[in-house]
């Protein structure tokens, strides 16, 4: 059973630095890209940051380069989206996905998400 669950969400002041977390389980954690999306109130889900399998490349939305950090460790199947100096424009549900990319058999899978709130 495929499962992704995000933590590290919550209410967290402007310029705060929380970092989210997804475990994987139920597949083979180390072939998928893994991104980072978010959904805020009424707007359409927006990329934020995706890493490959081994960690050799990353890549990140405009509007956070600089900010935010993706990173994963194989061994414990979890992926890390650190995040510094927080807006209130980044108030929003914080979702991981799973991507093979395969080209012909492509599989992907969504986390539920962890709201982030930022406000003082």
């Known amino acids: 059973q495929v499962q992704l669950v995000e933590s590290g969400g919550g209410l967290v002041q402007p310029g705060g630095s929380p970092r989210l977390s997804c475990a994987a389980s139920g597949f083979t954690f180390r072939k998928y890209v893994m991104s980072w999306y978010r959904q805020a109130p009424g707007k359409e889900r927006e990329w934020v940051a995706c890493?490959?399998?081994?960690?050799?490349?990353?890549g990140y939305a405009d509007s956070v380069k600089g900010r935010f950090t993706i990173s994963r460790d194989n061994a414990k199947k979890t992926v890390y989206l650190q995040m510094n100096s927080l807006k209130p424009e980044a108030t929003a549900v914080y979702l991981c996905?799973?991507?093979?990319?395969?080209?012909?058999?492509?599989?992907?899978?969504w986390g539920q998400g962890t709201q982030v709130t930022v406000s003082s």
């Open positions: 890493i490959t399998g081994k960690s050799e490349d990353s």
């Open positions: 996905n799973a991507d093979d990319r395969d080209l012909f058999r492509r599989n992907e899978f």
